[in-house]
């Protein structure tokens, strides 16, 4: 499985982004997809996650700017951010498990950078 994800760039506080990750190779082993952002000095952290079988779920701290979608005919995620705030500064990174309601997560792509200006 080959993830790849792209939309990242700089962006200002208020505004809104859209993160895209396509997946590739054997897609039929992931049960469960999801976005982890990483800020400088800071543990990388689970923003959203959408398991196969379930709905979205979104990380308390990321709740009612953050939402993740799956377009599952041509193996996309998205996470769109809303009101971005200079705290949203992070690598952002897709991943993938082959369980649901993932624990670990198997896949992972290389990241793409989000940078808020204030």
């Known amino acids: 499985v080959e993830l790849m994800e792209s939309g990242g760039g700089l962006v200002q506080a208020g505004g809104s982004l859209r993160l895209s990750c396509a997946a590739s190779g054997s897609t039929y082993e992931i049960k469960d997809m999801g976005w982890l952002r990483q800020a400088p000095g800071q543990e990388r952290e689970l923003v959203a996650s959408m398991s196969g079988g379930g709905g979205p779920h979104v990380a308390d701290s990321a709740r009612g700017r953050f939402t993740i979608s799956k377009d599952r005919a041509r193996n996309l995620l998205f996470l769109q951010i809303d009101n971005i705030q200079p705290e949203d500064t992070a690598m952002y990174f897709c991943?993938?498990?082959?369980?649901?309601?993932?624990?670990?997560?198997?896949?992972w792509g290389q990241g793409t950078q989000v940078t808020v200006s204030s």
């Open positions: 991943a993938a498990s082959r369980h649901q309601l993932a624990a670990v997560w198997h896949f």
